[in-house]
Antibody, heavy 121, light 107 residues
Framework: QVQLVESGGGVVQPGGSLRLSCAAS????????MHWVRQAPGKGLEWVAFIWHDGSNKYYADSVRGRFTISRDNSKNTLFLQMNSLRAEDTAIYYC??????????????WGQGTLVSVSS | EIVLTQSPDFQSVTPKEKVTITCRAS??????LHWYQQKPDQSPKLLIK???QSISGVPSRFSGSGSGTDFTLTINSLEAEDAATYYCHQSSNLPLTFGGGTRVEIK
């Protein structure tokens, strides 16, 4: 079955950096687009970024563009989110999710359990 | 940015009752509207894709309808396990956006 396992979350000071990972299994990773979506404590869902199946195209929410970078390693079935210049408002659970479309955005099918990022001094 | 407005924000419902949740888009998104269920301390689960297409493994009491700017999620004969927050989500335009959520409580 599909498994998405996020890791790399933790507590970081404002202005700091973190790199999140998402290990995928149970589907053909190299054929799937991938999303990052976050959820601040007690709040709703916010889309963060999307990457095409081959990494050739990437899209970002305005709130993270220029600070976050989405990438993937298809040889290791792993998705990444490099987060720099972190702010208090980036505090959230970060989920990865797979998309059935390779070169287009369709929808998120399966979601991981999430990893918590807390930005605090 | 396309804004999705869900209503109501909260609904308290008795088992076997019918639940209707609406999602209105700030501009036309065709059928590119999807519904998710999130139970406490769990990740979201896809219920309906492209406004009305069913998802394998999702109970048939969940259905969706609509197009353009107005969409509806219907839960027929609510069960206790349906207590959750429901989100609509559009994939028509970047940035992708979600509705604010509708929390359904079982009386």
């Amino acid at each position: 079955q599909v498994q998405l396992v996020e890791s790399g979350g933790g507590v970081v000071q404002p202005g700091g950096s973190l790199r999140l990972s998402c290990a995928a299994s149970g589907f053909t990773f190299r054929n799937s687009g991938m999303h990052w979506v976050r959820q601040a404590p007690g709040k709703g869902l916010e889309w963060v970024a999307f990457i095409w199946h081959d990494g050739s195209n990437k899209y970002y929410a305005d709130s993270v563009r220029g600070r976050f970078t989405i990438s993937r390693d298809n040889s290791k079935n792993t998705l990444f989110l490099q987060m720099n210049s972190l702010r208090a408002e980036d505090t959230a659970i970060y989920y990865c999710a797979n998309d059935p479309c390779a070169g287009n955005i369709c929808y998120s099918i399966y979601w991981g359990q999430g990893t918590l990022v807390s930005v605090s001094s | 940015e396309i804004v999705l407005t869900q209503s109501p924000d909260f609904q308290s419902v008795t088992p076997k009752e019918k639940v209707t949740i609406t999602c209105r888009a700030s501009q036309s998104i065709g059928h590119s509207l999807h519904w998710y269920q999130q139970k406490p301390d769990q990740s979201p689960k896809l219920l309906i894709k492209y406004a009305s297409q069913s998802i394998s493994g999702v109970p048939s009491r969940f259905s969706g309808s609509g197009s353009g700017t107005d969409f509806t999620l219907t839960i027929n004969s609510l069960e206790a396990e349906d207590a959750a927050t429901y989100y609509c989500h559009q994939s028509s335009n970047l940035p992708l956006t979600f509705g604010g959520g509708t929390r359904v409580e079982i009386k």
